[in-house]
C-alpha cells in the first residue's frame, strides 16, 4: 500500500464502511467509518486487510492539466519544424 493511492473505500465483511485516508510505516492506516466520519480511527494494516470483502480506488476520470508538462504534451503536429524555421526566416 502506498499514500499515493489513497484515499481507498472499503467495504468489511460486517457491511461496515470506511475510507481509508492514510498509511505509516509503521503498517497502520488511518481510516473513517462512515457512521463516525469525524472520527479518524488508526488499525494495523495486517488485521484489517483480513476484514476487507471489497475495495474502491478514487481515481480523475480525466488528468488534471498540469503546466510544467502541458507543452510537452500537446498533441504532435506534423509541421512543427517548418513552423519554427520560417517564423526564423522572416524580416
Same mark, same amino acid.
Request: proline share 10%; with cysteine; glycine share 6%.
Given at each position: 500500500m502506498s499514500a499515493w493511492r489513497l484515499p481507498l473505500v472499503v467495504q468489511l465483511k460486517d457491511g461496515?464502511? &470506511?475510507i481509508i485516508e492514510s498509511f505509516d510505516l *509503521?503498517? #497502520?492506516v &488511518?481510516?473513517?467509518?462512515v457512521k463516525e466520519l469525524t472520527l =479518524? #480511527? *488508526?488499525? %494495523? =494494516?495486517?488485521s484489517l486487510l483480513d476484514e476487507i470483502e471489497f475495495t474502491v480506488a478514487f481515481r %480523475?476520470? #480525466?488528468p488534471e492539466k498540469d503546466i510544467?508538462?502541458?507543452s510537452y504534451l500537446t498533441r504532435?503536429? %506534423?509541421d512543427w519544424l517548418?513552423?519554427?524555421v520560417l517564423k526564423d526566416l522572416r524580416p
Open positions: 461496515q464502511i &470506511g *509503521h503498517n #497502520s &488511518g481510516i473513517r467509518f =479518524l #480511527s *488508526h488499525c %494495523p =494494516l495486517d %480523475p476520470a #480525466s510544467r508538462t502541458e504532435f503536429q %506534423p517548418r513552423k519554427i
